[in-house]
T-cell receptor
Framework: EDQVTQSPEALRLQEGESSSLNCSYT??????LFWYRQDPGKGPEFLFT???AGEEKEKERLKATLTKKESFLHITAPKPEDSATYLC?????????FGAGTRLTVKP | DAGITQSPRHKVTETGTPVTLRCHQT?????MYWYRQDPGHGLRLIHY???????DKGEVSDGYSVSRSKTEDFLLTLESATSSQTSVYFC????????????FGPGTRLTVT
């Protein structure tokens, strides 16, 4: 069965303190791995798609990487506005399987 | 929200009553999805559609039905609501055909009393 596990469940950082979020997965026939950001009371917002091992994508302070078994979302010098829940998802066939998310809090 | 609206945004209903949630898109995307989001479970797929009148079940489809009579509208129906269906429901759309990222609506908070 397809599985997506995110760690840690919650992460508290000081502003400027870089860190990484992990997404490990088991899936047959990976079509893509996706990262989303979700703010309280809102729908998830699409950030990145990664298709193959070794691929990297960047957006502002965020950088996503992919291996055959896991993906990392690196956050460099985070700011308080980066506080949100970050969701990882994998696509196999016609459905997408989501992880439970990492709740990130960045303190000023 | 990528041209996606959901209605209603909030609803309180009683156990045993039918409920229909609507998702409307202006992007002309082929794929549409319904998810529910609960604490500790994350987002779980209920049903999805890959074209007008073409739908399929997801991970947690029991107690739910869907219909898609037009490209832009995807309806989720709870035939007889139960308290276990209290949740936040999200609609998502995707262009498909080599581009699988999904774009989400603002959500509907449903409470079944």
């Amino acid at each position: 069965e397809d599985q997506v596990t995110q760690s840690p469940e919650a992460l508290r950082l000081q502003e400027g303190e870089s860190s990484s979020l992990n997404c490990s997965y088991t899936v047959s026939g990976l079509r893509g791995l996706f990262w989303y950001r979700q703010d309280p009371g809102k729908g998830p917002e699409f950030l990145f798609t990664l298709y193959s091992a070794g691929e990297e994508k960047e957006k502002e302070r965020l950088k996503a990487t992919l291996t055959k078994k896991e993906s990392f979302l690196h956050i460099t010098a985070p700011k308080p506005e980066d506080s949100a829940t970050y969701l990882c998802a994998v696509q196999a066939n016609n459905d997408m399987r989501f992880g439970a998310g990492t709740r990130l809090t960045v303190k000023p | 929200d990528a041209g996606i609206t959901q209605s209603p945004r909030h609803k309180v209903t009683e156990t045993g009553t039918p409920v229909t949630l609507r998702c409307h898109q202006t992007e002309n995307h082929r794929y549409m999805y319904w998810y529910r989001q609960d604490p500790g479970h994350g987002l779980r797929l209920i049903h999805y559609s890959y074209g007008v009148k073409d739908t399929d079940k997801g991970e947690v489809s029991d107690g739910y039905s869907v219909s898609r009579s037009k490209t832009e509208d995807f309806l989720l129906t709870l035939e007889s609501a139960t308290s276990s269906q209290t949740s936040v429901y999200f609609c998502a759309i995707s262009p498909g055909t080599g581009s699988y990222e999904q774009y989400f609506g603002p959500g509907t908070r449903l409470t079944v009393t």
